[in-house]
């Protein structure tokens, strides 16, 4: 199983464990909320577009609603069973491609979002599909940054992903670059660059 399979099973044991009404990173959701956003993602072409077309959104919003009221040991059990058979990302290597950035930033989303959370220990198969997707997300996530950004683990591993002006050195762990990519500020990063700069970045809206 690959990054995008182990965070779809980890995510949905802590949706048990959490149950569905635990807080999360995203705002105005609960669990039951992002869990049904999930399943809109993978279950309901007729959907899935409003996530990103605002024209569309309120009709999603509709189908989300009817999810997330849905007994939650079913919802959990879709998102864990995957995308319907009908759903490209079905196939493994397509799941792989499209999912690994999702269930990576939605299981820290949960994780993050109740008390005394942690990062979790490096583990290699999981950081290196967190560093790919992090400069791949930027390339849409910070187009309109106001400055230049470098991405840089703390082992000096350096991604240029945004020219401009008075460039910032964004630097942590490649989860914690995604999560900053996604606009998560719980991610645990730090930043070089002049601190004026700096606060401009900080403030930039970098996407869901």
């Known amino acids: 199983m690959g990054v995008a399979g182990d965070e779809r099973r980890a995510l949905s044991e802590l949706f048990e464990e959490v149950g569905p009404d635990a807080p999360t990173l995203c705002a105005g959701w609960k669990t039951r909320d992002l869990a049904a956003h999930?399943?809109?993602r993978?279950?309901?072409p007729d959907a899935a577009p409003g996530i990103l077309v605002p024209a569309l959104a309120s009709y999603t919003q509709r189908v989300q609603d009817s999810y997330a009221a849905r007994p939650w040991a079913e919802v959990v059990g879709k998102v864990r069973?995957?995308?319907a058979w009908y759903?490209?990302?079905s196939i493994g290597a397509l799941d792989e491609l499209t999912n690994s950035a999702e269930?990576?930033?939605h299981h820290e989303d949960v994780r993050r979002g109740q008390s005394g959370w942690e990062p979790r220990p490096a583990e290699s198969a999981r950081d290196a599909a967190a560093w790919k997707s992090a400069k791949q997300a930027s390339k849409?996530?910070?187009r309109k940054s106001p400055v230049g950004v470098v991405l840089k683990t703390p082992e000096g591993r350096e991604a240029r992903v945004k020219e401009g002006p008075d460039t910032v050195t964004v630097v942590g762990a490649p989860i914690e670059l995604l999560l900053f990519v996604f606009g998560r500020d719980a991610a645990r990063i730090t930043f070089e660059g002049d601190a004026y700069a700096v606060d401009r970045l900080r403030k930039h809206d970098r996407g869901l």
């Open 140 to 142: 849409l996530n910070l």
């Open 38 to 40: 999930l399943l809109v």
């Open 103 to 105: 269930f990576l930033v």
């Open 87 to 89: 759903w490209p990302t």
């Open 42 to 44: 993978e279950r309901r």
């Open 81 to 83: 069973s995957g995308p």
